[in-house]
C-alpha cells in the first residue's frame, strides 16, 4: 500500500509519496487548482493502484483537493498539523519544510491510518455547516450593535430600559430609528444620531440571523433525530450536522469523543492513576455539547440523578 502526504498551502499543494517499509519514492510540488489536483493524481497513478491519502488541512486549504479525491473515489484521511508537528520534532532529520511537512503527513497515515477520520464527499451537512456559521458570525455582530446601543442609551437616559425592555424588537426599531433629544447638548444630539445610526446597521443584522434560522430549520429535518435528545431544538441540530459532516467521518464514539475534546485526558504517574481535562479538540463543537449538559442539568430528571450519584 502506497501512501501520499500532502502538506496544504493556499496557492500551492507540496506531495510526497512512500510505500509499504517508509522509503520515500518522490515528491511533488503544485498549484492548488483544478489542473494542479489533477496532475498530482496522475503522478501518483505512476506509481500504482493501491494509494492512500493523507492531507494536512483537509477542511482547510486541503478541502479542494480532498473533496476531489474523494469523488474519484480515493481513500483520504484528515490530519491534524499538531500530529504531524509532534512527529517532526521527533524525526532524525529536524528542521521544516513543505517536504519534510508532507512526508510526516506520509508517515503518520502509514502508522495511523485505521484510527484516522476520513473524508467523506460533501453532503447537505456542509451547506449547514455554511449556513450556521453564517449565522455565528452575524448573531455576533447583532450582539457587538445591541451592546453599542445600550452603551450609548445609558449616556442619554440611563433609564431608559423602563421604556425599552428590548433592543431587538421590531417595535424598539422602530423607535430608535426615529430615537430625538428635546433640548440637549450638541454632545447628546450627536450620541442620539450615534443612535439612529447604529440601529440603522442592526435591523439588516437581525433580519439576516431571523432567515439564515429559517434556512438551518428547513436543512434539519433530515436530522430531525437529534432533536429527541434534551436540550437540541432544530438549530442545534444543524450546528451538530454541519460540525459533524457526514456520518461515515468516525469510525468509533471514542473517535467522536476526541474529536469534541469531551474524552480526558489519562495523567497517570507511578502508582497514582488520575484524569485532566482535554482543553484540545473542536472547540466549537465542544461548546455546543456543554450547552447541551447544562440544559439537560436543568430540565431532564436523568442527567440531574446523574450528576448527583456522581458527585455523591
Given amino acids: 500500500m502506497l501512501t501520499v502526504g500532502v502538506d496544504a498551502h493556499k496557492r500551492v499543494h507540496v506531495a510526497l509519496i512512500i510505500d509499504e517499509t517508509g522509503r520515500e519514492l518522490g515528491h511533488w510540488r503544485g498549484p492548488n487548482s483544478g489542473r494542479g489536483w489533477c496532475d498530482l493524481q496522475e503522478w501518483v497513478l505512476g506509481f500504482g493502484d493501491a494509494t492512500q491519502w493523507g492531507i494536512e488541512g483537509s477542511w482547510g486549504y486541503g478541502r479542494g483537493l480532498a473533496q476531489h479525491l474523494v469523488e474519484a473515489h480515493e481513500t483520504v484521511y484528515e ?23 508532507a512526508r510526516a503527513v506520509a508517515l503518520f497515515v ?45 449616556q442619554l437616559d440611563p433609564e431608559y430600559q423602563g421604556q425599552l425592555r428590548r433592543l431587538d424588537t421590531q417595535a424598539a426599531l422602530d423607535r430608535l430609528e426615529h430615537y430625538m433629544v428635546e433640548g440637549g447638548t450638541p454632545l447628546q444630539q450627536h450620541r442620539a444620531a450615534s443612535v439612529r445610526r447604529v440601529t440603522e446597521r442592526l435591523r439588516p443584522a437581525l433580519a439576516q440571523v431571523k432567515d439564515l434560522a429559517c434556512q438551518i430549520g428547513a436543512l434539519s429535518s433530515a436530522f430531525a433525530p437529534l432533536t429527541e435528545i434534551c436540550g437540541v431544538n432544530v438549530l442545534t441540530a444543524g450546528t451538530l450536522a454541519g460540525i459533524l459532516g457526514p456520518g461515515t467521518r468516525f469510525a468509533s464514539e471514542a473517535q467522536l469523543a476526541a474529536y469534541a475534546g469531551v474524552a480526558p485526558l489519562e495523567a497517570s504517574s507511578a502508582a497514582v492513576v488520575r484524569h485532566r481535562l482535554n482543553r484540545g479538540g473542536n472547540r466549537r463543537l465542544n461548546a455546543v455539547i456543554h450547552r447541551i449538559a447544562v440544559t439537560q442539568l436543568q430540565f431532564w430528571p436523568p442527567a440531574r440523578a446523574y450528576v448527583e450519584r456522581r458527585t455523591g
Avoid: C, F, M, Y
Fill in 110 to 154: 502509514r502508522q495511523e491510518a485505521p484510527g484516522l477520520p476520513s473524508v467523506s464527499v460533501d453532503d447537505g451537512s456542509s451547506i449547514l455547516d455554511l449556513l450556521t456559521t453564517a449565522r455565528a458570525s452575524v448573531l455576533a455582530e447583532a450582539t457587538r450593535l445591541r451592546n453599542q446601543l445600550h452603551a450609548l442609551l445609558v
Fill in 79 to 101: 490530519v491534524n498539523p499538531k500530529w504531524t508537528a509532534a512527529g517532526r520534532r521527533r524525526a532524525r532529520r529536524p528542521g521544516k519544510t513543505d517536504r519534510l511537512d
